[in-house]
C-alpha cells in the first residue's frame, strides 16, 4: 500500500523506540516477535482508515503503533504452555525463552500501549483499545474454554473469533474516523469494515491451518489440530461426520491422542466434507460485507486500499 | 484502619462488580486471587492518601481498585510456570487452573484496570498507573534475569524489587495527592512515602520466606529458595560465607539441585550470618524513611494511619 508507506515506516521507527528498556531482555525479545510480525496488517487499516477519513495530522502514527503493541503482546500471552500440552511434548512456540518472560514482556508492551495512548491524550481512542483489549482477552479466555470440546456451537467459535480477532480490528479500523474527528456514522462504517474483515481474516487462518497446500509451501499446518482448538473447517467435518469419524475427531482433538498419520486423516475428512472450502466461502460473505460497509465513503485511493486488504485476505486462501 | 472501611467496602464492591464477564471462568478464576488477595493493602493505601489529603470525593474509590487490579493481574502472571520449574516438580502455583487461564484472565483485569481509570477522565491519574505498571513488568522481567545467579549485586536486588513492589505502592500513595488536586510537593512526598514503604514491605517479605517462625505458624517458606531468586538475606549470607557455604549456595540457587535437608540449611546458614535480622534492619531504615516522607503533613487520624501500616508491615517480621 503505497499510500501509507511513509505512515507505516514512521510507525515501524516508533514501535523499535518504545519498546526500549534498559533491562535489555525485553527489546530482545520483543524485536523477536515485532520483526517477525512482518506484515503490520493492524497498523496498516488504522493509517488507511486515517486517510480515508481525510485526517493529515499524525496522531494516527502512534495510534497504529498502539494497535501493533496490544497485538505483539497478545502474540507473545498465545506462546505460553500449559502443563498438559507439556506432558504431550508440543512445548514449541516459546522453546526459545520460555514462558515467564513471555508473560512479563507481553506485559511490559501492554503498559507501553497504554503509555502512548495516553500521550494522544484523548479519552476517545483510549475508551476504544481499552475496550478491545478487554474483548480479545475475553475472547481468549472463550477460545480456551472451547477447545477439546466438540460440543461447541458455530455460534460460540463466532463468538471467540470476534473476541480474539475482530475486537481489535474493529477498533483499528474505528479510530481512522476518531483521529479525523468524522461523524459518527463513518466510525461505526469502519468499525464493522474492520468486524467483518477480522472475521474473514480468522476464517481463513482457520482454514490454511489444515491446507495441503501451505504444508508444499513450507508453512506449518495442523497447530489447531495439535491443540485440540474447536475451528469451523472441524466443526462443519464433525457435524456432517459419520460414527467412524466423529470417533476419530473425539479421540484426536477431544481426548488429545494423536498419532503420526492423524493430521492426514484430519484433511482426508475435511476434504471429504469440504470443510476448508465452506469456511473459505464464509469468509468471502464476510469479506463482502467488510467492502459494503465502506460504501458510504467517497471512492478514492484509502478506499481502494481497504479493499485490497479484504481481497489480500481472503486470496492467502485461494 | 477505621478511617476508610467504608471506602475500602465500597472499593471491595467495585472490584466484584468490574471482573464481572459474561465469559464465566473469568470471574471465577479472578475471584480465586481477588478474595485470597486479603489484606488489600495497595488500595488501603490509595484510600488513606486521599483522605490525608483532604479529599472528599468518590474517585479514589474507583482508583484504589484500579491499583488492586494491576497488582491482581501482576498476581496471576506471577503464577505461570516454565518449564524448568515443571522439570523439578514445582508447578504447584497456578495447579487449579494452568498457565494460560492465569495469563489471560490476568490480561482481562489489566485491561478492566484500564477501563476504570479512563472512567476516571484524569490523564494525569492513567500516566501514574500506566507508567508503573511499565515499570513493574521491568522489574519482574529483571528479576527473572538476575534468577539463579549469584554474582547480582545488591543495587541489582534494589532494582528488582523497586520496579516490581515500590513503583505500584508509590503510584498508589501518589494518586491521593492527585485525586485531591493537591501542590506537586505532596504528591511528591507520597510518593516517597510509597516507595519507600514498598521496599520495606519487600524486604520484610523476602526475610519471612525464609523464617522458622513463619513455618511454626504454618505459613509456606521456602517458595524463593525453591526457585532459586536472589533476595537479600541470601545475597549476604552468600557474601559473607566461606568456601564451603558459597559451594552450597552455588548447588542449590545457581544449579537448582536440592533436597529435602537443604532449605533447613539455608536458614541455617542465614541464620549463622544474621541474613534474616540485617535484611529486617534494612526494612526499618526504609519504613522509618517513609514515615518522615509524611513530615509536610500536619497529624490527622490519617496521617496515623499511614504510619500504623509501614509499622504493620514491619511488625509481622518481628
Redesign the interface.
Known sequence: MDLVAEDLSACNTLIVERMH???A??PQLAAHIVAAGGKRLRPLLTLAASRLCGYEGVRHVSLAACVEFIHT??LL?DD?????E?RRGQ?SANALF????S???G??L???A??LM?ED?S?ET??IL??A??T???G???Q??TQNDLSTTEAQYLEVIEGKTAALFAAATRLGAVVADRPQAEAEALDAYGHNLGIAFQLVDDALDYSAEQASLGKTVGDDFREGKMTLPVLLAFHDGDTAEQAFWRRTLEEGEQGEADLGEAQRLLERHNGIGRTIDRAETYGEAAIRALDIFPANEAKLALIDVVRFCIDRAR
Chains 1, 2 share one sequence.
Open positions: 528498556s534498559h533491562v531482555l525485553i503482546a497478545t500471552h505460553v504452555v500449559d502443563e498438559s507439556l512445548a520460555g514462558n515467564k518472560p508473560v512479563l514482556v506485559d511490559f501492554f503498559a507501553r497504554f503509555q495516553i491524550k479519552l483510549l475508551r481499552a475496550a483489549s478487554a480479545l482477552a475475553e481468549e479466555v472463550l480456551l474454554i
